[in-house]
């Protein structure tokens, strides 16, 4: 009777630890969710390659000033060192530069697919990364996943291709601007994996400034050889660069990197698919556009998918199994 009243006492905190990871995906979905209108407004006064450069700059400087604030906080706090003296394993560092590589890489491809073939093309097949986010980690990692996972991926990703069917019948056909959206959902997923590997070695500060600085010095290049304009010549400009990076890059994938410490990469990608379905609605919210019954069927397919993911258990880790936190890593949020 004792044990029994034990279990029933414990099962509420751990119902209640449950919450607060998802609430955390929902605002970064919303954050995120903003990004292609933001990015609609800047290329109206900037290119995309431009928007991205001042994106990623920007953001630069807000983690930076976020761990500073955080160290400072700690050093107040606690006479201890934030960062452990020994060095980090050759490895591990390693895997984040590659962090920063494939991030822009995803990002510099996702944008030049855009100038090649159409959107509606270009998000049918960003709508793929899931799948290779999937089995990368089953390759890769040994990652596990159930039937009912499958799938609900599959018919998430259905439904995040419904969601622009009509667009897609609609565009032209362009095998290299598709073929180079393809390639930038490969880097997407394995943007994913390689945090999720990283995730308890490193800070999430300290991935997100990396990633940043190492995507930002990639792009200093990029920037200066194919561009003329390279910052915002206006004070909207302005705002709409430094609302991409405080809303979509800090707010939003800052809470993504938090999340891969609940839920597996795989099912972060799958919870991404509905990010589509946010802008669609904002969309017909903001400017008015139409929601068909393709945007429907795809709401619909998205949500049953993740319902099927949300009912499996090998997609969200178990807590109990990951190591303590550093002092910074517990004042991040």
Request: glycine letters at 6%.
């Amino acid at each position: 009777m004792v044990e029994n009243q034990l279990n029933l006492t414990d099962e509420k905190p751990q119902k209640t630890s449950n919450i607060l990871p998802i609430i955390i995906v929902i605002i970064a979905l919303l954050a995120l969710s903003t990004t292609a209108i933001f990015i609609k407004i800047a290329v109206n006064e900037m290119s995309a390659i431009t928007t991205l450069f001042n994106r990623l700059w920007i953001a630069t400087i807000i983690f930076g000033l976020w761990s500073g604030i955080n160290q400072a906080r700690n050093q107040i706090r606690d006479d201890e060192p934030i960062l452990p003296q020994q060095p980090y394993p050759i490895k591990e560092i390693g895997f984040l530069i590659a962090v920063g590589l494939v991030h822009v890489l995803g990002r510099l491809s996702w944008t030049w697919s855009l100038t090649q073939t159409g959107a509606a093309n270009a998000n049918a097949l960003g709508s793929l990364n899931p799948l290779f986010t999937t089995l990368g980690g089953w390759l890769f990692f040994n990652q596990i996943f159930g039937r009912k996972f499958i799938i609900g991926l599959i018919l998430a990703m259905l439904g995040a291709i419904a969601v622009g069917f009509e667009d897609l019948l609609r565009s032209n056909n362009n095998f290299t601007g598709d073929a180079v959206a393809l390639i930038s959902s490969i880097f997407y997923a394995a943007n994913f994996l390689l945090i999720e590997q990283i995730r308890n070695k490193f800070s999430i500060i300290t991935i997100l400034v990396w990633r940043c600085v190492i995507a930002t010095s990639l792009m200093i290049p990029v920037v200066l050889i194919f561009e003329k304009q390279v910052f915002p010549v206006s004070l909207s400009g302005w705002l709409v660069v430094f609302a991409l990076a405080a809303i979509c890059e800090a707010l939003g994938h800052g809470l993504i990197v938090y999340s891969l410490k609940t839920f597996s990469s795989g099912f972060i990608s799958l919870l991404l698919l509905l990010n589509p379905v946010i802008v669609a609605i904002l969309a017909w919210i903001l400017f008015a556009e139409k929601l068909s019954i393709f945007n429907l069927l795809g709401l619909v397919l998205i949500l049953g998918g993740i319902y099927l993911g949300i009912s499996n258990q090998e997609s969200i880790k178990s807590s109990v199994n990951l190591p303590i936190q550093s002092p910074e890593e517990s004042e991040v949020l």
